[in-house]
């Protein structure tokens, strides 16, 4: 089946430091791929997509390309500030019965310091 | 326009109670999925609903959970006699059509069940 499989955590960068949170999928169509960040005390909230192969998405200074030939989506800064301090979950979709599921990884802590 | 609203944040229920979690969606939104985060793992998609209908329950165990979205009020996962293993953070996302390639789902704060 779909699955999604991303850098194991905890993250721990300091601050201006390059960024990099691996993202591989595997899926038996072409899905989009997502980054989503929670932050401490809230809800999950989309980061960026990229809907098919060699996409680009980027939001925030964070940046994915969608690489198809290593079916991978992984997650970049070039210079993380304390406030990038989350957990990221990166993500594909799948249509199935009507319904578009996003298929999860297991999220990575993120912890920047000063 | 408020997000999606979740209670409660914390849940504590002891073996054998049940335990109902609640999920206002965005104003206007009329789709409403459940997803599941069991500890050290990923958000697994348990169902997907709208108004008064389910359209698809096929990540939801089959015996003790339930899940309704009624015309008026907020989205209702019910779990039965609760389990130990059914400590898990629960999160509701709600969107105003069907999710697709240019619409997003927003996610709400999640609630957090811990059984004892």
């Known amino acids: 089946g779909d699955s999604v499989t991303q850098m194991e955590g905890p993250v721990t960068l300091s601050e201006e430091a390059f960024l990099t949170i691996n993202c591989t999928y595997t899926a038996t169509g072409y899905p989009s791929l997502f980054w989503y960040v929670q932050y401490p005390g809230e809800g999950l909230q989309l980061l960026l997509k990229a809907t098919k192969a060699d996409d680009k998405g980027s939001n925030k200074g964070f940046e994915a390309t969608y690489r198809k030939e290593t079916t991978s989506f992984h997650l970049e800064k070039g210079s993380v500030q304390v406030s990038d301090s989350a957990v990221y979950f990166c993500?594909?979709?799948?249509?199935?019965?009507?319904?578009?599921?996003?298929?999860f990884g297991q999220g990575t802590r993120l912890t920047i310091n000063p | 326009n408020a997000g999606v609203m979740q209670n409660p944040r914390h849940l504590v229920r002891r073996r054998g109670q049940e335990a109902r979690l609640r999920c206002s969606p965005m104003k206007g939104h009329s789709h409403v999925y459940w997803y599941r985060q069991l500890p050290e793992e990923g958000l697994k998609f348990m169902v997907y609903?709208?108004?008064?209908?389910?359209?698809?329950e096929s990540g939801m165990p089959k015996e003790r959970f339930s899940a309704e979205f009624p015309k008026e009020g907020p989205s209702i996962l019910r779990i039965q006699q609760v389990v130990r293993g059914d400590s898990a953070a629960y999160f509701c996302?709600?969107?105003?059509?069907?999710?697709?390639?240019?619409?997003?789902?927003?996610f709400g704060q999640g609630t957090r069940l811990t059984v004892v």
């Open positions: 993500a594909s979709d799948l249509f199935s019965q009507g319904a578009q599921k996003l298929v």
């Open positions: 609903l709208q108004k008064e209908n389910i359209i698809d």
């Open positions: 996302a709600s969107s105003p059509t069907r999710p697709g390639v240019s619409t997003e789902a927003f």
